[in-house]
């Protein structure tokens, strides 16, 4: 790779990060690493450390920085000698959630970093993890699948690489993915999500997003990270979901099963309210997670190193069917006329806290209550 080039790269991204040695020999190396870099106009002196910081550009791909490396007698190929080929960036902030043109979009794909993402099923949660990974990230490349262009201008819009599931690149790495996609929309769900995760770099994160739906709990029973999940045999549905989970963690990623989402204007209260009767009971235990609480607990989790662990998404505070609905009807948030829970028996649901996934995360919502956020949306509109 030419020092030209190096330096081009260089001009693409503002982020630094430590570029060491290792060995007896260190010094020696350093100060050629040094020279090597400085022609190219990238390096410079750390006076906090005395080591050398170099442009992520400068390496934009791992075939790089070994050609450098081997010319001048380093034989270690990672980003940092001497460290793992994979670690984790701190967040980094942005201004806003930026709606980035079309050029944006093609920028970043040209300069491509360590932390692009691939998010398959680029719905509503999955365009809204698109945004707020471009807030934390803002040099990064991420791309949404589809199935169909109907939301490609929408994505665009968003900063977000557009791409069909059918023009999509088998052999396209990604250091970081993730699966939005629902069974529903899918022929061959499990064999989409193994495509998905052969994608995978293996640096970075694989997430899958499953549902809470899996868990097997008594009615009106306490359910966490823990608790035992249905049988195979029983439901087609929670099959599908429990087989795309083991060819997730099977290779090293990550699954969150995520409660009920919903925004003001999204999520079952809409599709109660336009029903007619609904064949629910009233009182029946109802467990939820707000879109942007879901998008934001996805990226922490894409954030960790962890491989092969089971997260659970959920505000922890369950409620009741007719409570929820009693605090819609009373912000006036959904338009139509409800026609009331009619089931006087079956199930009674159940009760879901993730405190195991709040304490190792370090992670809490941002609405920690329905209700609250509902009957706040409320007073705002006044």
């Not at 306490?222 to 608790?227: N, R």
């Amino acid at each position: 790779m030419s020092f030209s080039a190096v330096r081009q790269h260089c001009l693409q991204l503002l982020w630094r990060s430590p570029l060491s040695t290792r060995g007896d020999d260190s010094s020696l190396v350093g100060d050629r690493l040094r020279h090597c870099w400085q022609r190219a106009g990238c390096g410079q002196h750390h006076s906090g450390s005395g080591g050398l910081w170099v442009s992520n550009a400068c390496l934009p791909d791992q075939q790089g920085i070994v050609d450098v490396s081997r010319s001048i007698g380093v034989a270690d190929s990672g980003n940092r000698l001497g460290a793992p080929k994979s670690r984790t960036v701190p967040r980094r902030k942005a201004a806003s959630m930026g709606h980035s043109s079309a050029a944006g979009v093609e920028e970043r794909e040209t300069a491509g970093t360590e932390n692009d993402l691939l998010i398959v099923g680029a719905g509503t949660l999955g365009s809204l993890v698109g945004q707020l990974w471009q807030k934390s990230f803002p040099h990064s490349r991420v791309v949404g699948q589809t199935n169909t262009t109907n939301s490609h201008d929408r994505l665009r819009s968003m900063g977000i690489e557009p791409v069909t599931k059918a023009e999509a690149k088998a052999d396209e790495k990604f250091p970081f993915i993730i699966f939005c996609a629902p069974p529903s929309q899918s022929e061959d769900y499990v064999a989409e999500v193994r495509a998905a995760a052969s994608r995978w770099s293996g640096t970075g994160s694989l997430l899958f997003t499953s549902s809470s739906a899996v868990f097997d709990v008594p009615d009106g029973g306490l359910c966490h990270e823990d608790a035992p999940v249905i049988a195979k045999g029983v439901s087609p549905r929670v099959d599908r979901l429990l087989n795309a989970e083991e060819a997730v963690l099977s290779v090293g990623g990550n699954v969150v099963r995520l409660a009920g989402l919903y925004s003001l204007k999204r999520g079952p209260q809409v599709f109660w309210m336009n029903k007619g009767p609904v064949d629910q009971r009233p009182d029946y235990a109802f467990n939820v997670i707000h879109y942007e609480d879901a998008a934001d607990l996805c990226i922490v989790i894409m954030q960790k190193t962890t491989r092969g662990r089971v997260f659970v998404g959920c505000d922890g505070s369950p409620v009741t069917t007719q409570a929820l609905m009693d605090a819609v009807l009373r912000a006036g948030a959904v338009e139509g006329e409800f026609g009331g829970f009619v089931r006087k028996e079956g199930p009674a649901g159940k009760r879901m806290q993730n405190d195991t996934t709040r304490e190792f995360l370090g992670w809490k919502p941002k609405y920690p209550s329905s209700i609250s956020y509902i009957e706040g949306s409320l007073k705002v509109a006044r």
